[in-house]
T-cell receptor
Framework: DQQVKQNSPSLSVQEGRISILNCDYT??????FLWYKKYPAEGPTFLIS?????DKNEDGRFTVFLNKSAKHLSLHIVPSQPGDSAVYFC???????????FGTGTRLKVLA | GAVVSQHPSWVICKSGTSVKIECRSL??????MFWYRQFPKQSLMLMAT?????????EQGVEKDKFLINHASLTLSTLTVTSAHPEDSSFYIC??????????????FGPGTRLTVL
């Protein structure tokens, strides 16, 4: 039972344009969400997070949007750069736990 | 930022042998460390959660006698894959949670260990 899903396994975007990565979850107990970036054979690197009390969080080129009613979050990267090419994972936590549930990942390729 | 190291970064071993992977938090005390496993093109699957000085909590389907976890200090956790078999070949990643603050602490991930069992 995949509680956190990233339905797009891959995404290609032209350099300078916006990249939108999507994540859906099923567990209504999740109330904290994170996005990680991962290169092959490396550990994930934290990008940005959002609490369920917010619907938007912004950090530089990265913005995360949360739609609680739809159980959906998205990561926007503007402008996209070739160095952003990596696999992006969303992760969710339920209240009172420290256990991350990861999505299946989306491979982003930013074309120069 | 907080740094987590893993050693070795890759290891090749023969079937039937045991392999130990170390995870260290270099500049903070990690009250909780987590061990994940990632198969090619798949998600990171949590294997177990280890708290310093206590037994690890294993996720459903993970054999605790197969994957021995020791968290002897606030900066070191080890995962030992016992009697490794080719199906244990995978990318193992640890993460550590900084116990110095409360709330939803970010987990800091190690660089991972690629295990290949021949």
């Amino acid at each position: 039972d995949q509680q956190v899903k990233q339905n797009s396994p891959s995404l290609s975007v032209q350099e300078g344009r916006i990249s939108i990565l999507n994540c859906d979850y099923t567990n209504s107990m999740f109330d904290y969400f994170l996005w990680y970036k991962k290169y092959p054979a490396e550990g994930p690197t934290f990008l940005i997070s959002i609490s369920s009390i917010k619907d938007k969080n912004e950090d530089g080129r990265f913005t995360v949007f949360l739609n609680k009613s739809a159980k959906h979050l998205s990561l926007h990267i503007v402008p996209s750069q070739p160095g952003d090419s990596a696999v992006y994972f969303c992760a969710a936590l339920a209240s009172g736990t420290y256990k991350y549930i990861f999505g299946t990942g989306t491979r982003l390729k930013v074309l120069a | 930022g907080a740094v987590v190291s893993q050693h070795p970064s890759w290891v090749i071993c023969k079937s039937g042998t045991s392999v130990k992977i170390e995870c260290r938090s270099l500049d903070f005390q990690a009250t909780t460390m987590f061990w994940y496993r990632q198969f090619p093109k798949q998600s990171l699957m949590l294997m177990a959660t280890s708290n310093e000085g206590s037994k690890a909590t294993y996720e459903q389907g993970v054999e605790k006698d197969k994957f021995l976890i020791n968290h002897a200090s606030l900066t070191l956790s080890t995962l030992t894959v016992t009697s490794a078999h080719p199906e244990d070949s995978s990318f193992y990643i640890c993460s550590a949670r900084d116990g110095g603050t409360s709330g939803y602490n970010e987990q800091f991930f190690g660089p991972g260990t690629r295990l290949t069992v021949l």
